[in-house]
Nanobody, 114 residues
Framework: VRLVESGGGLVQSGGSLRLACTTN??????LSWYRQAPGKQRELVAS???????TYADSVKGRFIITRDNAKKTVFLQMNSLKQDDTAVYYC???????????WGQGTQVTVSS
């Protein structure tokens, strides 16, 4: 199973970024984005099931949107109104819906400046 992430970078507070994660286990996995800030535990940001049901952390509701593109086998995380507290390494996660096996991407850094 491969997960290839892209889209991180440096952005000013209030700006936007879009992360992308392409995986070869797309159709049978719950795809999620997690993040880990320095000195903090990794936390769930957003998830999308194969049926396109989505969940979000309270801290990002109304600002972030997770979507799945079946044709591109890619999950996106559109991040709007970014805050300095959003600064973290963002990880793509795939959890197989039958076996529950879990896989992680390599992570992509998102830095929000003031």
């Amino acid at each position: 199973v491969r997960l290839v992430e892209s889209g991180g970078g440096l952005v000013q507070s209030g700006g936007s970024l879009r992360l992308a994660c392409t995986t070869n286990t797309f159709s049978v996995a719950v795809l999620s984005w997690y993040r880990q800030a320095p000195g903090k535990q990794r936390e769930l940001v957003a998830s999308a099931t194969p049926a396109f049901n989505t969940t979000y952390a309270d801290s990002v509701k109304g600002r972030f949107i997770i979507t799945r593109d079946n044709a591109k086998k890619t999950v996106f995380l559109q991040m709007n109104s970014l805050k300095q507290d959003d600064t973290a390494v963002y990880y793509c996660n795939a959890r197989h819906i039958f076996s529950q096996e879990t896989y992680w991407g390599q992570g992509t850094q998102v830095t929000v400046s003031s």
